[in-house]
């Protein structure tokens, strides 16, 4: 009985310590989260280490000194780098809208009139974007944008007043600017502005003018060896979960997709477009900052492979334009080789085009290219009965990339002129042969 009694105590006592040990086992079991969380969210792999500021990227096109009745404009980046980094260490406030002051008529002679420096660039920008690039103190300015800055070198030195003006709608605002020295601007840029090329000016109309070179300039036609990008590099930096992503070989190229994001590739052009069609239902109204977005994006996936600045920003599209640079000089092709586009929803990317390659090495063959002057550049677009001239928005030198049709990964860029004609750049086509006069000289 003894013995029984011994056994069963035995067994009770395993029973408690195993019912203890399964307690303290369930109290402080912890489930392995990281495991699920990483299934679920992948951490996405740049394409590139490359990331880049706001002034860097949003560039002014020209700057121009307007001297008696000379026009002068920087066409090296270098001058054009120093001039900015010098206005960067200026404080503007008090901006004051002063649209109403200045007449249609008196516009053109406010913003091109001597004695004033004028930087331009490619489009209007918000006024949110300025403050991520000069040290802006008024607060209370906002929903505007200005696609330029106008300097008067005539002003005192205890009060300096800059103006930001958008041409397009005619908008200026005055700007008090601080720890500025006139002096210093007029004896290091005003004063020495014939060192500068010299400008014409071409008058749409009476509220625009555009400024053209007015001698024939010299640029080599450059060639280089493309270097491919890879498309599953950009797969894996697009896609939330690039495990889930299927690749399909199409007749043009590659295409991927994860059942709700798309990303095709052209392989003839170098090209690549992704695609979120889920954005596209989302409510878009008016955003200030898509042009940060725009930057942003592509700062988080690498994506700045080459030389990009700003081109173009269509605010109510929601769309931006970032054109590829060469020797300083915009670079335009038909098919979009040359621009990083994206259009956005109300907060994810719609669409993403962009070149899948990057001008890797400057083949040294090189070849001297004579450009029309401004002069006939003018003449050229006045003889052609099918232009609208209020159409035309800008006019540029340029590079056009030209693939080579017998060597694979070379590109040629062949120096021309370019209009931005309608919304579109399109490149003059330069004729001498009066007959074809009824011949829009724009390609």
């Given amino acids: 009985m003894m013995r029984y009694e011994t056994i069963k105590s035995i067994v009770l006592t395993i029973l408690v310590c195993t019912s203890v040990f399964l307690t303290w086992s369930l109290w402080t079991y912890q489930p392995k989260y ?11 792999v740049p394409v590139s280490n ?3 500021d706001y002034g860097t990227v949003v560039q002014p096109r020209y700057i121009f000194i307007h001297k008696d009745a000379q026009h002068y404009g920087m066409t090296h980046h270098s001058d054009i780098y120093k001039f ?10 008090h901006f004051e809208n002063i649209s109403d002051t200045v007449k249609k008529e008196q516009f053109l002679s406010f913003i091109h009139g001597k004695g004033k420096i004028e930087i331009i660039y490619p489009d209007d920008i918000p006024i949110e974007m300025y403050r991520t690039i000069f040290q802006i103190d008024d607060t209370d300015v906002e929903k505007v944008r200005f696609d330029r800055i106008i300097i008067p070198m005539n002003e005192d030195e205890e009060e300096i007043h800059v103006y930001f003006v958008s041409a397009n709608e005619k908008r200026i605002y005055k700007a008090v600017a601080q720890d500025v020295s006139i002096e210093n601007l007029k004896q290091t840029y005003y004063a020495r502005a014939e060192r500068y090329t010299p400008f014409l000016s071409y008058d749409i109309d009476e509220t625009k003018s555009l400024f053209l070179p007015a001698r024939p300039l010299v640029l080599n036609r450059l060639q280089y060896y493309m270097d491919e990008l890879s498309a599953d590099r950009f797969k894996d930096a697009l896609f939330t ?11 043009f190229g590659e295409e991927y997709t994860d059942g709700s994001r798309l990303m095709d590739v052209d392989l003839s052009k170098k090209l690549l477009l992704y695609v979120n069609p889920a954005a596209r239902g989302e409510t878009q109204t008016f955003d200030p900052t898509i042009l940060q977005k725009s930057i942003d994006f592509v700062n988080d996936h690498g994506g700045w492979t080459d030389t990009y600045y700003f081109d173009r920003l269509d605010e109510n599209g929601r769309k931006a334009t970032f054109r590829l640079f ?14 990083i586009i994206q259009i956005w929803g ?4 719609i669409n993403y085009q962009r070149p899948l390659f990057t001008l890797a090495i400057p ?54 002129w370019y209009c931005l004609y309608s919304g579109t750049w399109r490149k003059i086509v330069m004729t001498t042969d009066e007959r074809r006069g009824d011949i829009i000289g724009l390609e």
């Fill in 50 to 52: 490359v990331a880049v």
């Fill in 363 to 416: 083949d040294r063959v090189s070849l001297p290219i004579t450009l029309s002057s401004g002069y006939e550049v003018i003449d050229q677009l006045k003889r052609q009965k099918n232009i609208q001239h209020e159409l035309i928005d800008d006019i540029a030198i340029g590079y056009e990339l030209i693939r080579d049709s017998e060597r694979e990964n070379i590109v040629m860029l062949e120096p021309a």
């Fill in 84 to 93: 900015m980094k010098e206005m960067k260490n200026w404080t503007f406030d």
């Fill in 326 to 339: 060469a020797n300083g000089y915009p670079v335009f092709n038909r098919y979009g080789m040359a621009e």
């Fill in 346 to 349: 109300e907060n994810e990317i």
């Fill in 34 to 44: 990281d495991f699920i969380e990483n299934a679920k969210y992948i951490q996405n």
């Fill in 241 to 251: 979960d690039p495990s889930f992503v299927k690749k399909d070989v199409l007749n």
